[in-house]
């Protein structure tokens, strides 16, 4: 039987409100739930890309694809495609694209192998000869039909929206689902002599819990400022903390919309351009180190061109790094309170939902509610060291001349783990076996899309009879081929299947 736990939310952010609704869905009537919010200080309002597992999750809140594409702006995303993160091959700009669709793999054969050991100079990228996703990506059509079922198609993807008002569906959706919504500034963090928090003392009344989330964002008011939990900083490894973010109209209402982040480097780091229904939302993500603001407005200036004159950007610092305990007591952090490593890969909805997953499932309904802190901790802290493993493979292979990017090729800043594996990716393909389930979010096919997508040779050539299919292969290569181009033939375009979702009420 439940003793009637309380949990008390602070922060009505993304991570504030999807927590609340996720653990209200996965707790039931048994958890009271409040959030307590000020709209005096507001959200980041930022982080417009996701990654697939956010289907799984929209699904299990019981929110419909429909009113979700409609209510929160969203587009649908593919993958990335990443331009200029090598040097231009003579006139022609270096580009790859990383598709969220695995490669192609059938009747027991890997593609990759084959790929592999293909020349250099005669085969295709890898992510067009081994997915049809990129074909589809790139001929603007859509990952599915209308009609197909919610969260559901033949081709992996995610979504792209916009961040405010993905934070007022979340929220809504909780308030459906029994959470308490108060307004209000937090003032203080009452510790008790047991060195736990007591009680929250707020603009709306004194708030008691037996847990507390932490989900007020860089402030970290509960498990920074309140309870001290250090902040493990990977500045060294991860460059980027600045970021000049903006909107831009289409110029014309037809435009186009792609179906995939594009993420465009640059002398000291990338720029971000996201396809949305009535603007493009653009991000200069920088090393404040190697550029200075001045010269970051410049380069998002050039990317934009004419247009540049049309918007005021705006300017975010952060610092790549996490909560070395984000579970203390009585207090977890997450959300940008627990940690945040930069926006390349959109990992930030990834981790809240990590985290969320895992306090739902280890939840004690008695007992000390700090039960599951000291594995929450181990189990968060290595998902971040691993998705920094992913995030620095873009940088560190790059062979660009410029000083941000050569010191992002410095051994010396390439975590020991990433440099073991990259040793062994010289002789065989990322594996399933590199990487433990439970602490990823990434797969080795999405390593193998960035590794292969930036040039990285991994010589097969000495096992060459250990893949003798090179016929059936060829086969299967000509298959993923004909059927990239019968599927751009049937989908729709991507801009069309937005307007259909959005176009209200939806009948499918
Ligand atoms: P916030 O949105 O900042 O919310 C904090 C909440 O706490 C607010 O409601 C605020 O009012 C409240 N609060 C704070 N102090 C108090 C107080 N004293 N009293 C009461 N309430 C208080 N993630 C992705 O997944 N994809 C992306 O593409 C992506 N891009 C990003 C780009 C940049 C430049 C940055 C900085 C982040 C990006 N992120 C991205 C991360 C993403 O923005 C966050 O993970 C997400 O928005 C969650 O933020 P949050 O809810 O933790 O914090």
Not at 44 to 71: A, H, K, M, Q, Y
Not at 193 to 198: K, L, P, Q
Not at 341 to 368: D, N, R, Y
Request: net charge negative; charged share 25%; with cysteine.
């Amino acid at each position: 039987m439940s003793d009637g736990r309380r949990i008390v939310i602070v922060g009505g952010g993304t991570a504030g409100w999807l927590t609340a609704a996720y653990l209200a869905k996965a707790l039931g009537q048994s958890v009271r739930i409040t959030l307590l919010e000020s709209p005096e200080i507001g959200i980041i309002g930022v982080g417009e890309g996701t990654f697939p597992t956010i289907r799984d999750t929209l699904r299990f809140l019981g929110i419909d694809e429909g009113s979700f594409v409609r209510d929160a702006s969203a587009t649908f995303k593919q993958g990335v495609r990443f331009t200029d993160w090598q040097p231009a091959t003579g006139d022609q700009p270096h580009s790859y694209f990383h598709p969220f669709e695995p490669p192609f793999h059938a009747e027991g054969t890997s593609l990759v192998p084959y790929w592999l050991l293909q020349d250099e100079e005669a085969r295709p990228p890898f992510a067009e000869a081994v997915t049809i996703q990129n074909r589809v990506a790139e001929a603007k059509r859509a990952p599915k039909q209308p009609g197909e079922g919610d969260f559901a198609g033949p081709l992996n993807y995610a979504f792209h929206f916009d961040a405010v008002r993905l934070a007022s569906v979340l929220a809504a959706r909780a308030r459906e689902l029994g959470v308490e919504h108060l307004s209000g500034r937090l003032q203080e963090v009452v510790i008790g002599d047991d060195g736990r928090i007591a009680r929250l003392d707020t603009d709306a009344g004194d708030l008691t819990a037996d847990l507390f989330i932490d989900c007020t964002g860089f402030r970290a008011e509960l498990i920074g400022r309140a309870l001290g939990s250090p902040f493990h900083s990977i500045k060294n490894q991860l460059f980027t903390d600045r970021a000049l973010t903006c909107k831009l109209p289409y110029d014309r209402p037809d435009a186009p919309i792609e179906s995939y982040t594009v993420a465009t480097a640059h002398q000291a780091g990338w720029i971000w351009d996201i396809g949305l229904p009535g603007a493009r939302g653009i991000g200069c993500v920088y090393a404040s180190g190697y550029v200075d603001d001045e010269r970051a407005a410049e380069i998002l200036a050039e990317y934009l061109g004419a247009a540049a004159g049309e918007v005021t950007p705006r300017r975010l610092s952060f610092e790549a790094g996490w909560r070395e305990r984000p579970w203390i007591g009585n207090c977890v952090a997450v959300g940008l309170a627990a940690g945040f490593l930069e926006p390349l890969e959109s990992t930030g909805v990834v981790l809240i939902e990590a985290a969320i997953g895992m306090i739902a499932e280890l939840f004690p309904h008695h007992g000390p509610v700090d039960l599951p802190a000291r594995r929450f901790n181990a189990l968060m802290t290595a998902r971040y060291a691993n998705i920094v493993n992913f995030l620095k493979l873009h940088y560190c292979l790059s062979r660009r001349p410029e000083p941000f990017w050569r010191d992002n090729a410095d051994p010396a800043s390439i975590p020991e783990s990433l440099r073991e594996l990259l040793e062994q990716w010289r002789f065989r393909p990322p594996s399933r076996f590199d990487f433990l389930l439970d602490v990823e979010s990434f797969a080795f096919f999405n390593y193998q899309y960035i590794l292969y997508g930036m040039g990285f040779r991994t010589d097969l050539s000495a096992g060459r009879a250990d893949f003798p299919d090179m016929a059936e292969a060829q086969r299967l290569f000509a298959r993923v081929r004909s059927f990239g181009e019968r599927a751009t033939r049937d989908l729709p375009s991507h801009r069309s299947l937005v307007e259909q979702f959005a176009a209200a009420p939806v009948s499918r």
